[in-house]
């Protein structure tokens, strides 16, 4: 027999950002693939709706409100999570946000706020999470970067920067915990509607750009990143690692 399991059955994620958008489709998908879902975000509303999602598949959710720039705060929904289920299986780094101006016009303020929520966040989680996977002996870590992070992007030097830096994370982490079978994989998706995207995506020009530089001449469906990201929870990718799959219908090949 050679086709491992999908299944998510027993085990439990967390996912950061999962009030919205990407967030709430991954944290959803894993539900239907039978993982019980912890849900990070600040908006409780949110937070709610994804949780009665995934109860009414029939898998637990746990709510934590939480700003994931904070170590302790961190720490605590880690513990939280821990506390309710026993163990942390599998950690989504999703949360992210962007502030889209020319490189000459980036402040400060905005910088750090883009590294905190982006790279910082990510960093933290993994972290927390990884000393228990390392006790553990078993986990899987995905981090949410973005085509941005290898190729030039008109959105932002300090995202792209971000972005860039989690795909090298993943790589050093993959590098240090393999031996703990720890993996340690990214997803880097190119255009999908949500929340981030929606009006840039209304924008008819803008997006005539986004589909002369896409092969599949289309942005992407959220279960187009529901299936990457169920296979690097799943056990059929158990020999993985320190990999970034780009969903983005062809557009980091930059063919001509
Ligand atoms: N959409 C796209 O086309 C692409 C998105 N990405 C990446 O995917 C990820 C998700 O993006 P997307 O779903 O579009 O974004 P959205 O803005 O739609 O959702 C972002 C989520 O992150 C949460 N979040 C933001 N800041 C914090 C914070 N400080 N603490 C806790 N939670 C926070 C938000 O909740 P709340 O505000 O309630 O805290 C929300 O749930 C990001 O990392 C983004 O860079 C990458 C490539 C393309
Ligand atoms: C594709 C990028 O990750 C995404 O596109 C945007 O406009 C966002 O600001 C991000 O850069």
């Known amino acids: 027999m050679y086709l491992p399991s999908f299944s998510l059955e027993g085990k439990t994620v967390i996912v950061t950002g999962a009030g919205r958008g990407i967030g709430r489709a991954i944290a959803i998908g894993m539900a239907e693939a039978g993982a019980d879902v912890g849900v ?3 908006t409780e509303a949110d937070l709610q709706s994804t949780a009665a999602e995934i109860e009414k598949l029939g898998q637990k959710s ?17 513990e939280q ?4 289920t026993g163990s942390i299986d599998i950690l989504v780094n999703n949360a992210g946000m962007n502030i889209r101006s020319k490189a000459l016009d980036v402040t400060d303020e905005e910088w750090q706020q883009i590294m905190d929520t982006n790279l910082k966040s990510a960093f933290m989680f993994s972290q927390e999470v990884g ?6 002996k078993a986990g899987k870590i995905i981090t949410i970067t973005s085509v941005g992070g290898h190729v030039a992007l008109r959105t932002g030097v300090a995202y792209a920067a971000t972005k860039a830096a989690l795909i090298q994370m993943t790589k050093v982490l993959a590098l240090e915990w393999g031996k ?4 340690v994989n990214a997803i880097g998706p190119w255009y999908f509607k949500t929340p ?6 209304q924008d008819k020009e803008y997006v005539k750009d986004i589909l002369a530089v896409t092969p599949m001449k289309r942005v ?8 990457p990201a169920v296979f690097l929870a799943s056990e059929a990718s158990k020999y993985m690692n320190g990999q970034t799959i780009f969903v983005d219908g062809g557009m980091t090949i930059q063919g001509f």
Do not use: F
């Open 62 to 78: 746990y709510i934590v409100k939480a700003d994931v720039t904070k170590r302790e705060q961190v720490k605590s929904a880690i």
């Open 81 to 84: 999570i821990i506390n309710e």
């Open 180 to 183: 703990y079978n720890i993996n």
């Open 220 to 227: 992407g469906e959220l279960e187009e990143l529901v299936g």
């Open 131 to 136: 000393r228990h996977m390392k006790e553990k």
């Open 40 to 42: 990070i975000a600040r």
């Open 196 to 201: 981030l995207t929606e009006k840039l995506l």
